[in-house]
């Protein structure tokens, strides 16, 4: 018999979730994950961007997209006009029940909508709000348009990305949306930790400054030793041998990064020599001759498979792995059998099993989940409205009006 699966951390809080694409979408994700009530407040019509974003075309047409799929399981969607007075009046009640608001608008958008600090807190004054944005709240840059590749390359980002030939470079997935929403799911946990009254609080998060402060080694090497960081490719600017290398049918990358592990990963190819070798005996020479090093020790795995060198040097404690595409990873019995995917089955617009990733966390060996699928659009705005008091005639009165 299975154990009781525990108390969802966040259980209990109620979240409404503002945001669209990608940031705040998916700091909500990983609130709903761990437990909070998150209600999708969305435009009519269109609802969130991401709905229309994705691989597959039907999905798109059907505001199912599969970029949307990606972070909006577990929660409810309504659809609300906020330009309009009705649909900020039934926001306003939202507000009375709930526990944290987050938004990713423009700075300035909630005030202009009659959704400014001192109106929400007037409402809630134990009301989280969190504000997430490409450059924070104030500063030259807050009212500058952000998207995911614009902050990865103004944080350097793509500076240190790619090699010397190649670079800059993105990095192939937006990780400075992905980072400024875990960093405001982090930061809103913080204040939902403290007791209440006195919990309401502003919640300013910059993608910026989110993505700088992730940047920790490449950030000192040039604030402490003045050293430029530079694009290495697939090389490890603190050691070496640590990288990616070729081998018979493929690539394998290998984190020599001690003496021991060094040593014992020349004389699992054959090059024991090469630790005596004055060009490579010591740390700072290993690095000093990063390009000699490598070329020997490609020579030496061009005998054989990927597979075989990552057994080998798994056994003599040489750190390696093989460079797995995205289908060949989720294959893995490592992914397999921890249960990260999780199923959805006829998921509404959809149709099938939709499979969707869930937190890289467990809590007493029990993977944080949604039971929810992700929500077509507005399909919760009757009841969740039902749940505020407005009546069958109310309700259709404001969709006749546009505010829902």
């Known amino acids: 018999m299975s154990a009781p699966r525990p108390a969802a951390p966040l259980a209990g809080f109620r979240v409404l979730d503002l945001t669209n694409v990608l940031a705040g979408p998916f700091c909500c994700h990983q609130l709903a994950m761990l437990g909070a009530e998150v209600v999708k407040i969305e435009a009519p019509g269109g609802g969130d961007l991401a709905r229309q974003l994705g691989a597959d075309p039907e999905l798109n047409a059907r505001l199912m997209g599969v970029s949307f799929l990606a972070q909006n399981s577990g929660k409810r969607s309504i659809t609300l006009n906020l330009k309009s007075a009705a649909g900020r009046d039934i926001l306003l009640r939202l507000v009375e029940t709930a526990d944290v608001l987050v938004e990713n608008f423009r700075p300035g958008v909630m005030a202009r909508l009659g959704l ?6 007037r409402v809630n004054p134990e009301l989280v709000v969190c504000a997430i944005s490409g450059f924070g709240q104030d500063g030259p840059l807050a009212a500058a348009p952000a998207y995911d590749q614009i902050v990865q390359g ?18 192939g997935y937006p990780v400075a949306d992905t980072i400024g929403g875990l960093t405001a799911a982090f930061a809103i946990s913080a204040a939902l930790a403290r007791p209440a009254p006195g919990r309401g609080t502003f919640i300013d998060i910059s993608m910026l400054e989110a993505v700088l402060s992730t940047m920790g080694w490449v950030l000192s090497n040039f604030l402490v030793a003045a050293k430029v960081p530079q694009p290495m490719g697939n090389d490890n600017f603190t050691a070496s041998p640590s990288g990616t290398f070729r081998t018979r049918d493929g690539m394998i990358n ?9 040593e014992a990963l020349c004389r699992v190819v054959g090059l024991s020599e090469l630790a005596s070798d004055p060009r490579f005996s010591q740390r700072q020479a290993r690095l000093d001759n990063r390009a000699a090093l490598k070329e020997a020790l490609e020579a030496a795995l061009a005998s054989n498979d990927t597979a075989h060198w ?35 089955d006829d998921v509404c617009g959809v149709g099938g099993t939709v499979r969707l990733a869930r937190p890289g966390m467990r809590f007493d060996h ?27 005639d109310s309700i259709e009165t404001l969709r006749a009006d546009g505010a829902i």
């Open 154 to 171: 103004m944080a350097g980002v793509m500076s240190v990305t790619g090699s010397p030939d190649t670079g800059p470079l993105r990095v």
């Open 116 to 121: 400014d600090q001192e109106t929400l807190r």
């Open 366 to 392: 029990q993977r944080p989940a949604t039971e929810r699928p992700p929500p077509e659009l507005g399909a919760d705005t009757r009841t969740i409205l039902a749940e505020l008091g407005y009546d069958a």
């Open 254 to 262: 290998v984190a020599a990064n001690q003496q021991a592990q060094f």
């Open 310 to 344: 990552v057994a080998l040097f798994t056994r003599a404690g040489v750190p390696a792995g093989p460079v797995l595409t995205v289908p060949e990873i989720l294959r893995h019995p490592q992914v397999a059998q921890r249960g990260l995917i999780g199923e959805f």
